[in-house]
């Protein structure tokens, strides 16, 4: 499975920004994508986690109620609908991958396969 990750860019406090995850290899619904980030200096935080096959999603608390996670059309795909950014979102965004279901905060390593970040600045 490889994955990829795209959208990233420049913004200022208050706008919005649309990530998009694609993810290929996946030859049946069984599997949920994550969004993490790592902000300059710090540790690399869960961001949001959706199931494809029931379609359950959850958020960290600092993005909760300013970002949405969607399954695509597509098998394989989501997107990461971003609203109200903030200094603090800007970070390098990455979706990972795993087989089965998440239902919350699940740690990095269980999530098998990444994707390259893309850069979300949130700036004046």
């Known amino acids: 499975v490889q994955l990829q990750a795209s959208g990233g860019g420049y913004v200022q406090p208050g706008g919005s920004l649309r990530l998009s995850c694609s993810a290929s290899?996946?030859?049946?619904?069984?599997?949920?994508i994550a969004w993490f980030r790592q902000a300059p200096g710090k540790e690399r935080e869960w961001v949001s986690c959706l199931s494809r096959a029931d379609g359950n999603f959850y958020y960290a608390d600092s993005v909760k109620g300013r970002f949405a996670i969607s399954n695509g059309d597509i098998r394989g795909t989501a997107s990461l609908q971003m609203k109200s950014l903030e200094f603090d979102d800007t970070a390098v965004y990455y979706c990972?991958?795993?087989?089965?279901?998440?239902?919350?905060?699940?740690?990095?390593?269980?999530?098998?396969?990444w994707g390259t970040g893309t850069q979300v600045t949130v700036s004046s």
């Open positions: 290899g996946f030859t049946s619904d069984y599997y949920a």
């Open positions: 990972a991958a795993r087989p089965g279901f998440c239902s919350g905060y699940i740690p990095e390593s269980q999530w098998n396969y």
